[in-house]
Protein backbone atom coordinates (compact mmCIF):
# COMPACT_ATOMS: atom_id res chain seq x y z
CA UNK A 1 0.00 0.00 0.00
CA UNK A 2 1.18 3.75 -1.11
CA UNK A 3 0.51 5.81 2.06
CA UNK A 4 -1.32 9.23 1.45
CA UNK A 5 1.58 11.20 1.99
CA UNK A 6 4.13 9.15 -0.58
CA UNK A 7 1.04 9.26 -3.22
CA UNK A 8 0.39 13.11 -3.26
CA UNK A 9 4.25 13.27 -3.53
CA UNK A 10 4.22 10.64 -6.57
CA UNK A 11 1.18 12.92 -7.81
CA UNK A 12 2.69 16.03 -8.03
CA UNK A 13 5.88 14.72 -9.64
CA UNK A 14 3.37 13.61 -12.23
CA UNK A 15 2.24 16.90 -12.65
CA UNK A 16 5.48 18.07 -13.42
CA UNK A 17 5.82 15.46 -15.98
CA UNK A 18 2.90 16.04 -17.57
CA UNK A 19 3.12 19.62 -17.70
CA UNK A 20 1.56 20.46 -20.91
CA UNK A 21 -1.15 22.08 -22.70
CA UNK A 22 -3.86 20.76 -25.28
CA UNK A 23 -6.75 18.57 -25.57
CA UNK A 24 -6.60 15.62 -23.08
CA UNK A 25 -5.41 12.26 -23.15
CA UNK A 26 -5.46 9.97 -21.57
CA UNK A 27 -1.95 9.32 -19.46
CA UNK A 28 -2.58 6.87 -16.44
CA UNK A 29 0.11 5.60 -14.27
CA UNK A 30 -1.98 3.08 -12.27
CA UNK A 31 -1.36 2.88 -8.69
CA UNK A 32 0.19 6.30 -8.67
CA UNK A 33 -2.31 8.54 -9.61
CA UNK A 34 -5.45 7.01 -11.53
CA UNK A 35 -6.69 10.39 -11.96
CA UNK A 36 -4.21 12.33 -13.76
CA UNK A 37 -4.46 13.26 -17.90
CA UNK A 38 -1.87 13.75 -19.79
CA UNK A 39 -2.60 17.04 -22.51
CA UNK A 40 0.81 16.62 -24.50
CA UNK A 41 -0.54 16.40 -27.78
CA UNK A 42 0.76 17.04 -31.20
CA UNK A 43 1.47 20.65 -32.65
CA UNK A 44 -1.52 21.96 -34.92
CA UNK A 45 -0.29 21.91 -39.09
CA UNK A 46 3.20 20.08 -38.19
CA UNK A 47 5.55 17.87 -39.56
CA UNK A 48 8.46 15.94 -38.18
CA UNK A 49 11.15 15.43 -41.46
CA UNK A 50 14.62 16.90 -40.14
CA UNK A 51 15.82 18.86 -37.13
CA UNK A 52 14.73 22.20 -37.58
CA UNK A 53 10.95 20.59 -37.64
CA UNK A 54 12.21 19.07 -34.55
CA UNK A 55 13.03 21.95 -32.49
CA UNK A 56 10.12 24.11 -33.89
CA UNK A 57 7.63 21.45 -32.45
CA UNK A 58 9.09 20.63 -29.25
CA UNK A 59 9.28 25.00 -29.11
CA UNK A 60 5.75 24.91 -29.77
CA UNK A 61 5.02 22.68 -26.55
CA UNK A 62 4.65 24.60 -23.34
CA UNK A 63 7.42 24.16 -20.47
CA UNK A 64 8.56 22.61 -18.60
CA UNK A 65 8.15 19.67 -20.52
CA UNK A 66 9.27 16.01 -19.90
CA UNK A 67 11.08 13.84 -22.51
CA UNK A 68 7.66 11.67 -21.71
CA UNK A 69 5.77 14.36 -22.47
CA UNK A 70 7.16 15.26 -25.78
CA UNK A 71 7.19 11.17 -26.62
CA UNK A 72 3.44 11.54 -26.14
CA UNK A 73 3.17 14.01 -28.47
CA UNK A 74 4.42 12.52 -31.42
CA UNK A 75 2.55 11.51 -34.28
CA UNK A 76 0.14 8.12 -34.21
CA UNK A 77 1.03 5.78 -35.39
CA UNK A 78 4.47 5.64 -34.54
CA UNK A 79 7.02 3.87 -36.34
CA UNK A 80 9.77 2.03 -33.80
CA UNK A 81 11.95 -0.83 -33.58
CA UNK A 82 13.72 -1.82 -30.23
CA UNK A 83 16.87 -2.85 -29.61
CA UNK A 84 19.55 -4.05 -26.52
CA UNK A 85 22.06 -1.60 -26.79
CA UNK A 86 24.97 -1.99 -24.84
CA UNK A 87 28.05 -0.03 -26.85
CA UNK A 88 25.73 3.31 -27.55
CA UNK A 89 25.17 7.06 -25.94
CA UNK A 90 22.14 5.05 -24.57
CA UNK A 91 23.07 1.97 -23.08
CA UNK A 92 20.12 -0.52 -22.16
CA UNK A 93 20.43 -3.91 -20.68
CA UNK A 94 16.74 -5.20 -20.32
CA UNK A 95 14.09 -6.52 -22.59
CA UNK A 96 11.75 -4.36 -20.66
CA UNK A 97 13.80 -0.99 -21.26
CA UNK A 98 15.31 -0.92 -24.41
CA UNK A 99 16.88 1.73 -27.01
CA UNK A 100 13.50 2.70 -28.83
CA UNK A 101 14.21 4.10 -32.37
CA UNK A 102 11.42 6.43 -33.80
CA UNK A 103 11.55 6.74 -37.44
CA UNK A 104 9.99 10.09 -39.26
CA UNK A 105 11.19 9.72 -42.80
CA UNK A 106 14.85 10.74 -42.80
CA UNK A 107 14.60 11.81 -39.12
CA UNK A 108 15.33 9.27 -36.69
CA UNK A 109 14.72 9.76 -32.88
CA UNK A 110 15.90 7.22 -29.91
CA UNK A 111 15.07 7.06 -25.98
CA UNK A 112 15.71 5.18 -23.28
CA UNK A 113 12.43 4.61 -21.04
CA UNK A 114 15.01 3.67 -18.08
CA UNK A 115 14.56 4.24 -14.44
CA UNK A 116 15.34 7.68 -13.33
CA UNK A 117 16.88 6.10 -10.64
CA UNK A 118 19.13 3.58 -9.37
CA UNK A 119 19.37 1.88 -5.95
CA UNK A 120 23.18 1.75 -4.22
CA UNK A 121 23.94 -0.77 -1.75
CA UNK A 122 23.61 1.20 0.96
CA UNK A 123 19.44 1.49 -0.08
CA UNK A 124 19.69 5.07 -1.16
CA UNK A 125 18.49 5.98 -3.97
CA UNK A 126 20.93 7.42 -6.48
CA UNK A 127 20.23 9.18 -10.25
CA UNK A 128 21.60 7.41 -13.13
CA UNK A 129 24.05 9.03 -15.64
CA UNK A 130 23.07 11.23 -17.88
CA UNK A 131 23.14 8.32 -20.65
CA UNK A 132 20.59 6.25 -18.75
CA UNK A 133 17.41 8.47 -19.06
CA UNK A 134 16.08 11.62 -20.48
CA UNK A 135 18.41 12.06 -23.65
CA UNK A 136 16.61 12.45 -27.14
CA UNK A 137 19.39 11.38 -29.80
CA UNK A 138 18.84 12.81 -32.92
CA UNK A 139 19.51 11.46 -36.64
CA UNK A 140 19.30 13.08 -39.80
CA UNK A 141 19.77 11.25 -42.63
CA UNK A 142 21.56 13.26 -45.68
CA UNK A 143 22.42 10.98 -48.43
CA UNK A 144 23.63 7.26 -48.69
CA UNK A 145 24.22 5.98 -45.28
CA UNK A 146 25.12 9.54 -43.92
CA UNK A 147 23.17 11.50 -41.14
CA UNK A 148 23.58 14.37 -39.07
CA UNK A 149 23.96 13.27 -35.69
CA UNK A 150 22.52 16.17 -32.26
CA UNK A 151 21.02 15.12 -28.90
CA UNK A 152 18.60 17.29 -26.61
CA UNK A 153 18.47 17.04 -22.77
CA UNK A 154 15.62 16.95 -20.96
CA UNK A 155 13.51 18.43 -19.14
CA UNK A 156 13.33 21.76 -21.41
CA UNK A 157 12.58 24.74 -19.14
CA UNK A 158 12.32 26.94 -22.32
CA UNK A 159 12.55 27.19 -25.59
CA UNK A 160 15.58 26.02 -27.72
CA UNK A 161 18.00 27.66 -30.00
CA UNK A 162 18.31 26.73 -33.72
CA UNK A 163 21.72 25.44 -32.84
CA UNK A 164 20.77 24.00 -29.18
CA UNK A 165 20.59 20.00 -30.57
CA UNK A 166 24.27 20.43 -31.54
CA UNK A 167 25.82 21.72 -28.74
CA UNK A 168 25.85 19.23 -25.87
CA UNK A 169 27.59 16.57 -28.88
CA UNK A 170 30.17 19.30 -30.14
CA UNK A 171 33.77 19.41 -29.89
CA UNK A 172 33.84 22.20 -31.84
CA UNK A 173 36.22 22.05 -35.24
CA UNK A 174 37.52 18.86 -34.54
CA UNK A 175 34.17 16.65 -34.37
CA UNK A 176 31.44 15.61 -31.77
CA UNK A 177 31.13 12.91 -29.42
CA UNK A 178 29.31 10.60 -31.52
CA UNK A 179 32.43 10.26 -34.20
CA UNK A 180 33.22 7.26 -30.81
CA UNK A 181 31.09 4.84 -32.87
CA UNK A 182 30.17 6.91 -36.16
CA UNK A 183 32.91 6.28 -38.69
CA UNK A 184 34.06 9.00 -40.94
CA UNK A 185 32.52 12.68 -39.47
CA UNK A 186 32.86 15.74 -41.48
CA UNK A 187 31.83 18.99 -41.09
CA UNK A 188 29.33 20.20 -43.60
CA UNK A 189 27.87 23.50 -42.10
CA UNK A 190 27.02 25.63 -39.35
CA UNK A 191 24.49 26.83 -37.19
CA UNK A 192 24.62 30.22 -35.28
CA UNK A 193 28.66 29.46 -35.25
CA UNK A 194 27.74 25.34 -34.08
CA UNK A 195 29.51 23.13 -36.05
CA UNK A 196 27.38 20.40 -37.71
CA UNK A 197 28.49 17.03 -38.58
CA UNK A 198 27.59 14.50 -40.66
CA UNK A 199 28.98 10.97 -40.18
CA UNK A 200 28.17 7.17 -41.32
CA UNK A 201 24.39 5.45 -40.09
CA UNK A 202 24.65 2.25 -37.78
CA UNK A 203 21.75 0.22 -36.94
CA UNK A 204 21.61 -2.16 -34.06
CA UNK A 205 22.20 -5.91 -33.88
CA UNK A 206 19.79 -7.12 -30.92
CA UNK A 207 16.62 -6.17 -31.81
CA UNK A 208 13.83 -6.97 -28.59
CA UNK A 209 9.61 -7.41 -28.90
CA UNK A 210 7.58 -4.78 -27.31
CA UNK A 211 5.84 -7.02 -25.34
CA UNK A 212 8.20 -7.01 -22.62
CA UNK A 213 7.27 -2.87 -22.60
CA UNK A 214 3.90 -3.66 -22.17
CA UNK A 215 4.12 -5.90 -19.38
CA UNK A 216 6.14 -3.61 -17.48
CA UNK A 217 3.30 -0.77 -18.48
CA UNK A 218 0.50 -3.13 -17.18
CA UNK A 219 2.41 -3.84 -13.83
CA UNK A 220 3.10 0.44 -13.38
CA UNK A 221 0.53 -0.48 -10.32
CA UNK A 222 3.76 -1.82 -8.42
CA UNK A 223 6.55 -0.69 -10.27
CA UNK A 224 7.31 2.68 -8.07
CA UNK A 225 9.97 4.95 -10.73
CA UNK A 226 7.35 7.38 -11.98
CA UNK A 227 10.30 8.52 -14.87
CA UNK A 228 9.90 4.91 -16.19
CA UNK A 229 6.25 4.45 -16.03
CA UNK A 230 5.62 7.62 -17.56
CA UNK A 231 7.80 7.24 -20.47
CA UNK A 232 6.36 3.84 -21.29
CA UNK A 233 3.40 5.48 -21.21
CA UNK A 234 4.25 8.16 -23.47
CA UNK A 235 5.23 5.51 -25.59
CA UNK A 236 2.28 2.77 -25.37
CA UNK A 237 -0.59 4.88 -24.64
CA UNK A 238 -1.36 7.17 -27.51
CA UNK A 239 -2.00 4.86 -30.11
CA UNK A 240 -0.73 2.21 -32.58
CA UNK A 241 3.43 1.28 -32.57
CA UNK A 242 4.15 -0.04 -35.83
CA UNK A 243 7.69 -2.52 -35.94
CA UNK A 244 10.10 -0.81 -38.96
CA UNK A 245 13.34 -2.72 -39.63
CA UNK A 246 16.56 -0.56 -40.31
CA UNK A 247 17.71 -0.47 -43.73
CA UNK A 248 19.69 -3.99 -44.75
CA UNK A 249 22.54 -1.55 -46.22
CA UNK A 250 23.68 -0.21 -42.90
CA UNK A 251 26.88 -1.53 -40.97
CA UNK A 252 26.00 -2.72 -37.73
CA UNK A 253 26.61 -0.67 -34.29
CA UNK A 254 29.91 -3.27 -33.50
CA UNK A 255 31.94 -1.84 -36.89
CA UNK A 256 34.53 -0.14 -36.00
CA UNK A 257 37.06 1.49 -38.52
Not at 9 to 20: I, K, M, N, Q, R
Not at 141 to 165: D, H, M, V, W, Y
Not at 190 to 219: C, H, I, Q
Amino acid sequence: MISHAKYGLVFLSLLVLAACNGSPQELVIEGFAPEQKNTCTAPANQQLSDIPSLVRWINTLPKPLSLSCFVASLPRPLYVYSAISGESAQTSLGDDKPRVFLFFGDLTLSVIPDEAYATHPSGEAIQNGDNKYNLLEISSNTQGIRSIKAEIKFPLAENLTPQAPYERINYGVSGTSCSLCHRYEQAIDEVNGVVRFASDRLKPTASVSLEPMRKSRKACSSIKDTYYCAMLAGLLDHGELIWQEFPSGLPDIYYRR
